[in-house]
């Protein structure tokens, strides 16, 4: 989406930023080794409405007692949001270029302070899930907005110091959603959750439209619908139909996550066809690419991790250790406070030494993190369970960020936006699907052992440590992929389809023998 410069000196131009085209912001004051004003705005708008994704997780046991539904049915207010978002993203690119750059910010805020104004005043749970699905319609523009802004007024020599922060906000977001929520919570009422964020999220969109310019003219360009549907429906039958496993009887569940996984191979299809004869809405030639199809697993992955751990801890810290919202979301609080301090510093290391000397300890130590959870008791000291989760998301934080740049970094320019656009998409379906799967596993474990006889309380807890088994399973998984990876490759050499790059950022031809 950037146009090139040509230089006087007849050198390449890669330290002048390309000029704003369509839809997108501009600051035409901000200095080289200074992140601009409209980006740093950017950035904490993002970061509230990406918030609001994980903020439900810890009101979800106040939230069974009044609404009077189970847990199946409320963790489907995070899952609705994420696969919203999932099923958005793809459409994002062709709806910034229909629209000026104005009606694009001022569109996806509106929005989402229209979900959050009706989950506010929602006076049943299905008023509440319509406007979390609302909420998730207006926060799935902001993060291409956002990432297009930063790769057009940020100079490529800075790019990475930005970036580093940037995707750091993103992945902190959901992961102080609990915390935040927590202490919300000892205050009142669940609703403050939603009304705390609209004052906040309305001081944002008037500061940004503040700061913003139209740019160029409005493109007129076409979508094909039919591989939206198909997106939307298959990934959303899949992760539907795995939460139903946990309610008894396995036969309709199994039906529906036949029809997802066959609406997805539809989807894949029509793409296929798409890059023959037209425009697709998901290049898959991407995954020609070994270093992204990798760096894309590997991210799915930790989210799975990620999300589920985030949807199990607050209902054992509450439902089973008796611990208010306050005090499970103060105990949670530290580790998302270091996920989020580490960004500056994973950035420096990743630019020294390279994405696979981060990437390997950081699996590492997730893996040690839900192995750790396995054992979680009655009597589990609270300093274990907090230590267990500053590790688990000091990990997270020294994968993500690495993970993300290797990955983008190994496609050709022209693909970028076609992989930020699948890296996007696929995390918010991983994260749908790691909660969905420790909540099945957990509520199918319990009941199995009701039936055998044993206490509720004993029965849920043997659940989670269930749960977080299938968690580690799939995190070693997670862990024998990183030794695949390459070093950071030198800026500007994309990886050549089904090649990997060796130390010295040369492309070799596909080898996936571990590196020792």
């Given amino acids: 989406m950037t146009a090139t410069h040509e230089p006087t000196d007849g050198k390449p131009g890669h330290d002048l930023p390309a000029p704003a085209p369509q839809g997108i912001l501009t600051d035409r004051s901000s200095e080289a080794r200074k992140t601009p004003a ?33 847990e199946q049915a409320a963790q489907w207010l995070s899952t609705a949001f994420m696969l919203t978002m999932a099923a958005v993203i793809p459409v994002t690119g062709w ?3 229909r629209v000026t750059t104005r009606r694009a910010y001022a569109t996806a805020m509106v929005v989402f302070l229209t979900g959050t104004l009706l989950a506010t005043v929602a006076p049943v749970f299905e008023v509440l899930l319509v406007a979390r699905v609302i909420q998730a319609s207006g926060t799935a523009v902001m993060m291409p907005l956002l990432m297009t802004t930063l790769m057009t007024v940020v100079p490529e020599h800075d790019r990475g110091r930005v970036m580093g922060n940037v995707t750091m906000a993103i992945s902190v977001a959901p992961a102080m959603g609990p915390a935040v929520s927590g202490l919300i919570l000892q205050l009142g009422s669940w609703r403050l959750l939603f009304a705390a964020v609209l004052p906040i999220a309305a001081l944002i969109t008037w500061r940004g439209l503040a700061q913003l310019e139209n740019i160029g003219e409005s493109r007129v360009s076409t979508i094909d619908w039919f591989s939206v549907g198909a997106a939307a429906a298959g990934f959303g ?21 036949v029809i997802g996984l066959a609406m997805i191979g539809v989807f894949v299809l029509r793409q296929l066809r798409l890059q023959r004869h037209g425009t697709p809405l998901l290049d898959l030639r991407i995954l020609r690419h070994t270093t992204y199809a990798l760096s894309l697993l590997l991210m799915s992955l930790g989210f799975i991790a990620m999300l589920g751990s985030m949807m199990l801890l607050p209902i054992y810290l509450q439902n089973l250790r008796g611990l208010s919202p306050l005090q ?16 500056p510093t994973v950035g420096r290391l990743f630019d020294r030494f390279g994405g696979r000397m981060l990437i390997i300890p950081g699996s590492m130590g997730i893996l040690l993190a839900l192995a750790g959870y396995t054992q979680i008791s009655m009597t589990m000291p609270y300093w274990q369970v907090l230590g267990l989760h500053t590790l688990l998301m000091v990990s997270l934080a020294t994968t993500f960020t690495p ?21 996007g998409t696929l995390q918010q379906v991983a994260a749908a699907l790691g909660t969905a799967l420790v909540v099945t596993v957990m509520a199918g474990r319990a009941e199995a052992r009701i039936a055998d006889g044993v206490t509720e309380t004993l029965a849920q807890l043997d659940g989670m440590r269930l749960a977080f088994v299938v968690s580690t399973v799939l995190i070693v998984a997670m862990v024998a992929i990183a030794f695949f990876l390459p070093r950071a490759k030198p800026a500007g050499t994309p990886e050549e389809p089904g090649t990997s790059s060796d130390d010295t950022g040369e492309t070799t031809g596909l080898n996936l023998e571990p590196v020792r």
């Fill in 38 to 70: 409209v980006v740093r705005l950017l950035v904490l708008a993002t970061f509230v409405v990406i918030l609001n994704e994980t903020i439900m997780i810890n009101a979800i046991p106040r939230l069974m007692t009044d609404l009077d539904v189970t």
């Fill in 95 to 97: 709806f910034l270029q």
């Fill in 237 to 257: 039958s899949l992760v539907y139909g795995l939460s139903r496993f946990g309610q008894g009887g396995a036969a309709v569940p199994v039906v529906i996550v």
């Fill in 328 to 343: 499970t979301g103060l105990l949670v609080m530290p580790g998302g406070l270091a996920m989020g301090l580490l960004g």
């Fill in 403 to 423: 993970v993300f740049t290797l990955g983008l970094g190994a496609l050709p320019s022209q693909l970028y936006a076609h992989g930020s656009s699948m890296l």
